[in-house]
């Protein structure tokens, strides 16, 4: 293999470009990044008094084979020093809300948490689990994550837990989305173990093996459940940037649109605004529909699908108040969409994070969260929606659910166009089909990014390690 693009310069594109000049097979690696910046979602606001506020992800799970194989890349990249850890001991990892009948209920936890009644719920969560174990596995090969948990769980539990859970990591609606692609955990547990609870207890299928490097046997010896970076999660994209600049053997390109792909003799011409690139073989970590704006026509099935992976909407509007407002301690609190379509969530990014206030005098950092798969019905289209209504909204929501009436000291808001993809049911056959298509027709084309396997930072690092894998037949 001699030289590969890499399309997109997010968080996928650049994990793939890190496993590629790992090896030594790949003689020359070509990041394009139409943006004036890496790291796609990745970005944070570092203020000059040293306050810090996240406009994308703000903690990453260490749990698990990928969240391992992150740690690793963190740990290579000299980052370690860097690590802001919040253990699961942290009042942060203990507490999250729910906003539901103009109240915040603390979701249950613990023992006392289960065999209690605890409010929103109408009965302890311990009869719902107990009976779970009895219910039948389906014959479906992929259903909504809504039906799924109704037919195991009891409606009570979809309607508003689960409901909760798929606004606040796929800002979406959890009627639409697939519980094998979304939960693969769950749909796996009911397929081997024929419940969740047996699945929890004796493990399903399985689990990819990663060795864990220092960092990662610290988090386990630590026990965190979630950490972020000192200078903000864009420290991460900048560090992973810093390391192919250093290696020499990738060369890359900020502000390089790709406008078209073609095919050639020996593998693609790469057409950007003011000039040609030619590659043996392409890894895609563009977004779906960037993706199939920029194939040939004879690749017409394969661009079709990849235009069928809808995305959503987010309006991020981060906020700054004076002194310590929150009447709850935790990681924040999430909206059911029976109590407010739009409004999704807020996170109390201070209490996790208080290492990134500004340094002198107490302040709270909060973020609001809007839109989603509602949000075209709720602020139109996001061509339309104004700085000031969205602002406005996530006050209103501040002052309703935490009963903060002071205006905020600093805010941001930013809208998010198609941030996070949705995987309807069936996506598991469209992704097996695209990827088909390719194999089928020796394409030198790969897949990664957030629109495949897995939206979480971990799962877009480790999808991109595939990639490179595939691509090579050797472990990275
Ligand atoms: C608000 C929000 C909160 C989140 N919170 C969390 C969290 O707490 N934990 C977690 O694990 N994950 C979280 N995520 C998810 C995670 O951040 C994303 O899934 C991940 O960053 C996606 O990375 P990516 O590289 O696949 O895509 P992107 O970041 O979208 O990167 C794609 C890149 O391609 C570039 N591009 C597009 N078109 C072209 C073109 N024609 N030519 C060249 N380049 C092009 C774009 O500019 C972009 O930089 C969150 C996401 C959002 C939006
Ligand atoms: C309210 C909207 C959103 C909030 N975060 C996200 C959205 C859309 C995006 C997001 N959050 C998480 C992930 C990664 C999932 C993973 O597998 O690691 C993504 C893409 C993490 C997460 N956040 C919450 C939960 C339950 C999870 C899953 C993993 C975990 O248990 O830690 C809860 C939560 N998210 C938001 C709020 C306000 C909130 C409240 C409790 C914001």
Redesign the pocket.
């Given at each position: 293999m001699r030289t590969v693009a890499v399309?997109?310069?997010?968080?996928?594109?650049?994990?793939a470009s890190y496993y590629l000049c790992k090896s030594p097979q790949v003689t020359k690696v070509i990041l394009?990044?139409?943006?004036s910046?890496?790291?796609?979602?990745?970005w944070s606001t570092r203020r000059s008094d040293g306050a810090v506020f996240?406009?994308?992800?703000?903690?990453?799970?260490p749990a698990g084979a990928v969240g391992s194989n992150t740690l690793n890349m963190v740990d290579d990249l000299g980052l370690g020093e860097e690590i802001l850890p919040v253990s699961f001991s942290h009042i942060a990892s203990r507490n999250r809300y729910l906003y539901v009948n103009g109240q915040l209920h603390k979701m249950p936890s613990g023992i006392s948490g289960i065999v209690r009644t605890v409010p929103p719920f109408s009965r302890p969560l311990l009869l719902s689990i107990a009976a779970e174990i009895l219910v039948n596995k389906t014959k479906n090969d992929d259903e909504s994550v809504h039906s799924f948990v109704s037919r195991r769980l009891g409606k009570e539990l979809a309607d508003i837990a689960v409901d909760s859970l798929c606004r606040g990591?796929f800002?979406g609606d959890c009627r639409k989305l697939s519980v094998r692609s979304c939960f693969p955990v769950l749909y796996n547990a009911e397929q081997h173990r024929g419940s969740i609870v047996l699945g929890m207890l004796l493990g399903s299928g399985e689990a990819q093996v990663i060795t864990r490097g220092p960092l990662a046997k610290r988090s386990k010896k630590e026990s965190w459940a979630?950490w972020s970076l000192k200078r903000g999660m864009q420290s991460f994209p900048e560090a992973i940037a810093e390391y192919l600049q250093q290696s020499g053997r990738v060369q890359l390109h900020k502000e390089?649109?790709?406008?078209q792909i073609d095919p050639s003799a020996s593998g693609w011409q790469v057409h950007l605004e003011d000039g040609v690139i030619s590659a043996d073989h392409i890894i895609s970590?563009?977004?779906a529909k960037?993706l199939s704006?920029?194939l040939p026509r004879s690749c017409q099935p394969l661009t079709q699908q990849l235009q069928d992976i809808s995305s959503v909407t987010?309006a991020?509007v981060n906020l700054e108040y004076d002194g310590s407002i929150l009447p709850v301690m935790g990681f924040g609190h999430l909206v059911p969409s029976s109590e407010d379509r739009g409004l999704l969530g807020v996170v109390y990014d201070s209490v996790p994070f208080p290492q990134h206030n500004r340094p002198d005098g107490q302040t709270t950092r909060l973020t609001v969260?809007m839109g989603g798969a509602w949000f075209q019905e709720e602020f139109g289209v996001p061509e339309a929606a104004t700085a000031e209504h969205l602002l406005s909204r996530a006050t209103e929501a501040v002052r309703c659910h935490l009963g903060v009436t002071a205006a905020p000291r600093w805010s941001r808001v930013i809208l998010?166009r198609d941030?996070?993809?949705q995987y309807y049911e069936g996506h598991f056959q469209r992704v097996e089909s695209m990827r088909g298509f390719i194999k089928n027709n020796n394409l030198a084309l790969s897949l990664?990014?957030?629109?495949y396997d897995g939206?979480?930072?971990?799962?877009?690092i480790f999808?991109g390690r595939t990639a490179v894998e595939e691509l090579l037949g050797t472990v990275v």
């Open positions: 399309l997109g310069g997010g968080i996928g594109g650049l994990a394009l990044e139409a943006s910046r890496f790291g796609g979602w990745l996240e406009h994308g992800p703000r903690g990453i799970r990591v800002a979630q390089a649109v790709v406008k970590a563009l977004p960037a704006s920029v987010v991020v969260m998010h941030c996070i993809p990664t990014g957030s629109c939206v979480s930072v971990n799962d877009v999808s």
